[in-house]
């Protein structure tokens, strides 16, 4: 049923009161400068915690990058050192899923606990979009908001660059960061720090009467363009240095933090310091800067005492843009990639950390998705759900390696522009018969697989992921009652879903 609870009535409900909603943003901002732990007394110890400490939560989210590309899922010449050791110190999902293999839908996914098309269905956003995250919708960032957590974003944004979509209005404390992807534009809306830094010649006037730089993005502050142009060869290192900088201010209260890389999504770009040094060209210098991040993150968790109740969660947004050449990344020994519903483009290398709690170099195979880290970070920050429908599930006895530990998902669906085109239960993945034709704009940057987008099936396809990692061979026809069992569980989820479907923000 669908819920009409607002923001206000889903903080209320809480029990963080109608008086911190309304001064909320602010008390986030000092919070975040001083340590404040306002509201901490009042959350009960979660189920995570160690040694009485809260549960601090860090998500890493690269962009557009492969399967293979990291190694300890087999890359062969991409050294990721940092994300190794993280998988021998914590857990590695094989079978783990974002729920769009496009960019602000994925997020959007990410941000809400819920499949896209239930919670607006947003495209890929650009410059000049007049829709985004419905401010109604409750974040990640505002759960953890909530129950007294600092919240910080950083990186790449995409789910709306007016104020009401940005971070700073959907539970999040601060924002530093490029709103979309970086093969876009400015946005004439904008509105400048008085202090920006623009290029020569360049002016707030200007640039809100249309000059701009083609292909060339902001660097935004909470609300306000701060760098324009941005030298992208330096985000990868403001980002981190953003992250250091507020892991070290938190330290004494619980934090939120999401840091979203702009790489490796194209234009690649990369610092001096790795340019030149990977053995995978520019893509894997992208990935091997990453990999410091990762490091650097780590390296001052530990420096400040905080490994024991640090939760690190690494995945990427979608899988690799295949049109790109050398340029792209693999998902092999996936099929595809970015654009489609293939495993390529949905399932993605993912690393969990939590020293104490989520067991050392351990795998999990079971399915799950990024849908899933709402529901599972409230649990663990011992919050209430949103009074209204999530598709995400609580994996936390995933997490930890618990005996038997099952995936709590029947299935899991794929969706493509608001279409169910495929679902996996266990081993079984169905493809739909009669999908939609892809995307233009997929279609023409994914050229490598037009043939293969075009080649629409006319009979459902039946894929053994356990013998078929590669979904290779169509065993539909020879298990005509699986593939009836599952379409009819699809039938029954998608129209649930579209009975409770939720509009998406508008400007």
């Not at 202090?195 to 010649?201: F, I, P, Q, T």
């Not at 299935?411 to 079984?428: F, H, I």
């Amino acid at each position: 049923m669908r819920s009409n609870m607002t923001r206000r009535g889903f903080l209320k409900a809480l029990g963080f009161g109608a008086a911190a909603v309304a001064v909320g943003p602010a008390l986030g901002r000092a919070a975040l400068a001083t340590g404040d732990a306002a509201g901490a007394a009042t959350v009960p110890a979660a189920p995570g915690a160690s040694d009485g400490k809260r549960l601090n939560f860090v998500i890493i989210f690269t962009d557009d990058q492969g399967y293979q590309d990291v190694g300890c899922f087999g890359s062969p010449k991409i050294k990721t050192p940092n994300l190794d050791r993280m998988a021998a110190e914590g857990m590695k999902f094989t079978d783990f899923y974002v729920a769009a293999s496009v960019c602000s839908p994925s997020r959007l996914a990410l941000m809400t606990g819920c499949y896209p098309p239930r919670v607006g269905n947003l495209p890929v956003l650009s410059p000049g979009s007049k829709i985004g995250l419905n401010p109604e919708e409750a974040t990640i960032a505002e759960i953890l908001k909530a129950q007294g957590y600092a919240t910080a974003a950083i990186g790449k944004w995409h789910l709306g660059y007016q104020k009401q979509f940005l971070p700073t209005s959907n539970g999040f404390d601060s924002y530093l960061g490029v709103p979309y992807s970086n093969d876009m534009s400015l946005a004439a809306d904008m509105d400048f720090a008085p202090d920006a830094r623009l290029e020569d010649g360049l002016t707030p006037e200007k640039l809100q009467a249309g000059e701009k730089r083609k292909s060339q993005v902001p660097l935004m502050r909470d609300e306000k363009v701060i760098d324009y142009p941005i030298d992208q060869n330096t985000l990868t290192q403001r980002y981190t240095a953003e992250a250091v900088r507020l892991l070290n201010l938190n330290k004494d209260r619980p934090f939120f933090i999401y840091l979203a890389h702009t790489m490796p999504h194209v234009p690649l770009h990369a610092s001096g310091k790795f340019k030149g040094k990977s053995e995978r060209g520019l893509y894997g210098d992208t990935i091997e800067e990453i990999d410091w991040s990762v490091g650097e993150v780590l390296k001052t968790i530990k420096q400040l005492g905080l490994d024991d109740n640090t939760l690190v969660f690494f995945c990427s947004d979608n899988g690799p843009w295949l049109s790109q050449g050398a340029d792209a990344g693999c998902a092999l020994p996936l099929r595809d990639g970015k654009f489609t519903t293939w495993e390529g483009g949905m399932r993605e290398p993912t690393i969990m950390r939590l020293p104490g709690k989520i067991p050392a170099g351990t795998v999990c195979s079971e399915v799950a998705g990024t849908i899933d880290m709402l529901p599972t970070f409230a649990r663990l920050a011992g919050a209430k759900l949103p009074d209204r429908v999530i598709d995400g599930k609580d994996i936390w006895p995933l997490m930890t390696g618990q005996d038997g530990a099952k995936s709590p998902h029947e299935a899991y669906y794929y969706y493509r522009s608001g279409t169910l085109e495929a679902l996996r239960q266990g081993k079984w993945k169905l493809r739909m018969a009669a999908r939609p034709a892809a995307p233009k704009k997929a279609a023409k940057a994914d050229a490598k697989n037009d043939a293969k987008k075009k080649a629409e099936p006319a009979a459902p396809e039946l894929y053994d992921l356990a013998a078929d990692i590669g979904e290779m061979t169509n065993l539909a026809d020879k298990n005509p009652d699986v593939v009836a069992a599952l379409a009819e569980l699809a039938r029954k989820f998608d129209a649930e879903l579209k009975a409770n479907a939720r509009p998406p923000g508008k400007a």
